[in-house]
């Protein structure tokens, strides 16, 4: 059975940092690409970035390229989203995904975590 478990959400202030965290289990990790989406009250979920299986490829959204960094730890099976610069338009549910696919739309992605709160204040 296959889980992804996102954590590391949380109120931060605008201009501060966040790292979120995504478990997986079930899965042969490397074989995966893994990607982090978000999804902001009242809008379509929106892709972030994403990183190859063996991490030599990285993809992001120009909405935060330069700010946000993905990467991945094949020891403890985690890819982690590293957030600096934070805005309030960055608040969201964020949630990672794997998938065969380095792609940026959802049907690249067969596995989906839970998500986790991210709220900036200004």
């Known amino acids: 059975q296959v889980q992804l478990v996102a954590s590391g959400g949380g109120l931060v202030q605008a201009g501060g940092s966040l790292r979120l965290s995504c478990a997986a289990s079930?899965?042969?990790?490397?074989?995966?690409?893994m990607g982090w989406f978000r999804r902001a009250p009242g809008k379509e979920r929106e892709f972030l970035a994403t990183i190859s299986g063996r991490a030599t490829l990285t993809y992001y959204a120009d909405s935060v390229k330069g700010r946000f960094t993905i990467s991945r730890d094949h020891a403890t099976n985690t890819v982690y989203l590293q957030m600096n610069s934070l805005k309030p338009e960055d608040t969201a549910v964020y949630s990672c995904?794997?998938?065969?696919?380095?792609?940026?739309?959802?049907?690249?992605?067969?596995?989906w975590g839970q998500g986790t709160q991210v709220t900036v204040s200004s």
């Open positions: 995904a794997a998938g065969p696919k380095l792609g940026r739309f959802d049907y690249d992605y067969t596995y």
């Open positions: 079930g899965l042969t990790f490397s074989n995966y690409n």
